[in-house]
């Protein structure tokens, strides 16, 4: 029985509750149809009420704002000035979509392209492949960091490796330099021509920002700051500082003072006095006000990062209770977003259940408009960009035969290794040093697999071989793996018989970025054809069992490494 008032001015008695919490998590979208089909679910959560009530799914601050409200992506280049504008943002039509003069994609990944036109987070899995292949461009120069993009964090590995080394008939790199940043020695540190080491997380500042993607709950708003607890033992800077510094040894405004000088000392520096908009840093916390420190609006404070760490890392500001539900529509929460900084002015929104600009692009692709589609990809664009939702089969489904590959395989991130980073640490080793495929118990029996088994996984793009281990609690048709255990032989400092390199695997071999030919001489992104996220888990494959091999396979030759082995044993001693 909390009162509460809309938007429009009407006051209601109660807050009414939907006890039905549904969450699309990023596995929904990592489909050729997943765009649709989080659309779905949402859709259903719309239908019921069960958006931003009690007991139903809640935003967190930043959040809820409308795609409006967002920049639209700008990708006009001139050389030795600033980007036109935001390199991502949200496209509201065809007119808003990052091509070229002639119509060809302006971005590396062909990203907001008449290929995925709401591809708000870029295309990283297309860029090295892209490149490689001149389409739509070759580039000169690939900056990377810390995106292990030749082992863990690619599509098709060993062909993406193999991209990365090749050369033209004149013995030059078709991709002639990669400029990577690191702090370990990853298997991507192989192929840099230039690698600037960087820090751990124990080493440096980091701003998890209200900017960007912070810590929040749906009961109010939370950022909070990393800083070093250690001092690096080796020549090392924190990558923030050395984009600052590379920053203003080009002179970029933002980056640099009036008489030319840098603007920021270093990251932790920026984290303070950075401001996007007056008033508005990277973090909401301890800021300057008038009658001393206040949150949200402010202007810097020289103490702010000493100020987060007393509070111990973060800082929260909680919505008062009038505002805690029905936050795009709440009038109280509305005026807290305002005053704490999220918006300029009130931004409340409907929800669309008839999408607009999705119907623009289909427009588009019935002939209508000035913006017109390729012709290969018309049909495309008016089927999938529906404006209410659909369903359709993964691409890969229509490109094979089912019944012959009729497992599903899915890699996911174990949360103690998110990407690769912390293999070598003794503790994590010890809880996950290999990782097994997982498989569910029909098709553990159908094989008759025992303990200590290995077996042969094969896709319609490769095949690995890998030791198997039951597990019951599973889906009857899918098996699956962590991402980022197995490691290439030479990095990460391990030695070369370390279970990560001979029992440890990757699924993505198994994955291919483009979809199988279609006779058309056209290069096939498997991604989502509208928001371009990689179709990872579109991957089916069929399983048999093997003779154990010496090692998981494939199993790549050592790479060189920049730094020395690892010790054979660690022993430390724990005080109270």
Not at 314 to 322: A, L, N, Q
Not at 339 to 349: A, C, E, M, R
Not at 468 to 477: G, Q, R
């Given at each position: 029985d909390r009162e509460w008032t809309d938007f429009r001015g009407v006051t209601h008695k109660t807050m009414t509750g939907r006890p039905v919490a549904m969450h699309a998590m990023r596995g929904v979208s990592a489909h050729s149809n997943g765009f649709q089909t989080a659309r779905a679910i949402h859709l259903l959560q719309s239908l019921i009420g069960a958006v931003e009530t009690p007991g139903s799914m809640r935003f967190?601050?930043?959040?809820?704002?409308?795609?409006?409200?967002h920049?639209?992506?700008?990708?006009?280049?001139?050389?030795?000035?600033?980007?036109?504008?935001?390199?991502?943002?949200y496209p509201q039509g065809p007119a808003d979509l990052c091509l070229t003069a002639d119509g060809k994609p302006a971005r590396i990944d062909k990203a907001f392209t008449w290929e995925n036109p709401l591809s708000a987070h870029g295309l990283m899995h297309m860029v090295i492949s892209n490149a490689h292949a001149g389409d739509p461009y070759k580039i000169d120069t690939l900056f990377l960091y810390m995106a292990n993009m030749s082992w863990n964090s690619s599509m098709n590995t060993s062909g993406v490796m193999q991209m990365l080394s090749d050369t033209d008939e004149n013995g030059d790199y078709v991709i002639p330099r990669i400029i990577y940043s690191d702090a370990y020695s990853s298997e991507m540190v192989a192929y840099a021509d230039l690698i600037l080491?960087?820090?751990?997380?124990?080493?440096?500042?980091?701003?998890?920002s209200l900017l960007d993607r912070p810590i929040s709950e749906p009961g109010g708003a939370a950022d909070a700051i990393r800083y070093p607890v250690i001092q690096p033992d080796r020549d090392v800077r924190g990558f923030q500082s050395v984009l600052l510094d590379l920053g203003a040894r080009l002179g970029l405004p933002a980056m640099v003072n009036q008489d030319g000088s840098p603007k920021f000392a270093d990251y932790a520096d920026y984290i303070i006095n950075h401001e996007r908009k007056p008033g508005i840093g990277p973090l909401h916390g301890f800021r300057m006000g008038e009658k001393g420190v206040q949150h949200g609006r402010g202007a810097p404070n020289a103490a702010q990062i000493d100020e987060y760490i007393r509070a111990g890392?973060?800082?929260?500001?909680?919505?008062?209770?009038?505002?805690?539900?029905?936050?795009?529509?709440?009038?109280?929460y509305q005026d807290w977003a305002v005053?704490?900084?999220?918006?300029?002015?009130?931004?409340?929104?409907?929800?669309?259940?008839?999408?607009?600009?999705?119907?623009?692009?289909q427009l588009a692709a019935e002939g209508k408009g000035p913006a017109q589609p390729p012709e290969h990809l018309r049909a495309q664009i008016h089927h999938t960009l529906d404006p209410l939702p659909l369903w359709y089969a993964p691409f890969l489904d229509d490109a094979i035969d089912p019944a012959e590959y009729p497992i599903h395989a899915l890699t996911q991130r174990p949360m103690a290794m998110y990407h690769s980073w912390g293999t070598q640490n003794a503790w994590l080793r010890q809880i996950h040093g290999h990782n097994p495929l997982f498989v569910p118990t029909a098709i553990w029996q159908a094989h008759s697999f025992q303990d200590g088994d290995w077996a042969e996984v094969t896709s319609p793009h490769g095949t690995i071989t890998v030791p198997?281990?039951?597990?019951?609690?599973?889906?009857?048709?899918t098996v699956w793996t962590w991402n980022a255990i197995g490691k290439r032989k030479g990095a990460w400092a391990l030695s070369e018989d370390a279970p990560e390199a001979t029992k440890g695997f990757l699924l993505n071999h198994l994955i291919h970025e483009l979809l199988p030919p279609k006779g058309d001489g056209l290069r096939w992104s498997n991604s989502d054809p509208v928001t371009g996220q990689a179709a990872w888990f579109d991957l089916r494959v069929k399983i048999a069992r093997a003779v154990a091999p010496p090692e998981s396979q494939p199993n790549h030759p050592p790479q060189k490494s920049p730094v020395g082995k690892g010790p054979k044993t660690l022993s430390w001693q724990v005080r109270k």
């Open positions: 967190k601050p930043p959040y809820p704002k409308p795609a409006t409200s920049p639209k992506p700008h990708c006009k280049v001139t050389p030795g000035k600033p980007l036109d504008g935001p390199h991502l943002g080491p960087d820090t751990t997380y124990l080493e440096r500042h980091d701003c998890i890392g973060f800082h929260v500001s909680h919505i008062p209770d009038e505002a805690a539900y029905f936050k795009p529509w709440n009038r109280a005053k704490l900084g999220l918006y300029d002015k009130p931004d409340p929104y409907l929800i669309q259940l008839w999408v607009e600009p999705l119907r623009r692009f198997v281990v039951h597990m019951a609690a599973l889906n009857p048709h």
